[in-house]
């Protein structure tokens, strides 16, 4: 059964209880892709990662917008259901939230965070934050708090660990904090996180946010056992789609995200959100004749530069107004 089957449905309450089925359905649907056993299994491909890379990227965004749509309409549905009480508040609008905290957002992915890397490392550094333009110690604007949430998350998860893993090798007692800058402009909020984690090299600076490309080591070590549904928690890295669905998030409102990475020292990430409700409308792919070509290409990459490290791939364009 597809959304199509429902369009001529005579709208009753039976049909409303199976539409909600539907969408519960279709929203668990693909919710996982085995890109890292497909890696696994086939081996480096330049021509098929990045198709792959292409398609993954419009698969996630267009999942991105039906949650949001379906969302909507639950909530929708269950205010019909059990009354305005149910949204008495009236902060949401489906799931974006009006008044949406930037400090208290980040304050839950840093607990979260943290407490993966406990279990993982029985140990993990601190947090400080720093707020430019504020009102009272707050900033507030209209976003989707999960997708920011989620954000945080991965990169808070990634910075933890960095540190933590650069300071087993070091005599130091205490790790450095990581430090977050929240900047509220006229145009956009800027998040910016810094860790003391080691950075990486600029060599890789075009994989990071690829779906095949992992420093975390998914099947070797305790990450296998953090597996098991016994322990409860996820590994701390390894799947290979944190950064780049993260970079998603981020470029649905218009957003983005970017890394910068100082080899030896550490990374700074780089959130920018729409600060204007009206500028961050959707970013959604569009189907045609070219976005089909884009899977037509059967030819081997040539070098046409001397130095091999530098490629000439279409990314996934950026909003040219962020």
């Known amino acids: 059964m597809s959304l199509i089957d429902f369009e001529d449905k005579t709208l009753n309450a039976k049909e409303c209880e199976n539409f909600l089925v539907f969408l519960d359905k279709a929203l668990s649907r693909h919710s996982t ?14 021509v098929t990662n990045n198709q792959l890379q292409y398609f993954l990227d419009r698969l996630f965004l267009m999942r991105i917008g039906i949650r949001m749509l379906a969302i909507v309409y639950f909530r ?75 954000i945080l998350f991965e990169l808070l998860k990634n910075a933890l660990r960095a540190v933590v893993e650069k300071g087993r090798k070091s005599s130091n007692d205490e790790y450095p904090a ?62 290979g789609y944190g950064l780049p669905l993260s970079r998603l998030y981020a470029r649905y409102l218009h957003g983005d995200l970017s890394l910068s990475g100082a080899e030896g020292y550490g990374t700074d990430a780089y959130v920018y959100l729409m600060r204007r409700a009206a500028d961050a409308d959707e970013f959604l792919p569009v189907f045609n004749r070219t976005s089909a070509r884009r899977y037509e290409s059967v030819g081997i990459p040539i070098d046409d530069w001397i130095n091999r490290n530098i490629t000439h791939e279409t990314p996934l364009q950026t909003p040219s107004h962020v």
């Open 178 to 239: 990581i430090k977050v800058l929240i900047v509220s402009g006229e145009h956009n909020v800027t998040i910016k996180l810094s860790d003391q984690g080691g950075g990486f090299p600029r060599s890789v600076n075009d994989q990071l946010f690829r779906y095949t490309y992992t420093t975390g080591g998914l099947r070797t070590g305790r990450s296998e056992s953090l597996l098991s549904p016994s322990t409860g928690y996820a590994p701390i890295a390894g799947y």
């Open 33 to 46: 892709v085995g890109v890292m056993e497909m890696h696994e299994k086939h081996g480096e491909d330049p």
């Open 76 to 150: 929708h549905t269950a205010v019909l259901v059990f009354g305005p009480e149910f949204n008495k508040h009236h902060r949401f609008v489906g799931c974006i939230d009006q008044h949406c905290n930037v400090v208290h957002i980040l304050r839950d992915a840093y607990d979260d965070a943290k407490l993966l890397c406990d279990h993982y490392y029985a140990d993990s550094p601190n947090m400080e934050v720093s707020l430019v333009n504020d009102v009272n110690g707050v900033i507030e604007f209209v976003y989707v708090p999960s997708h920011l949430y989620h």
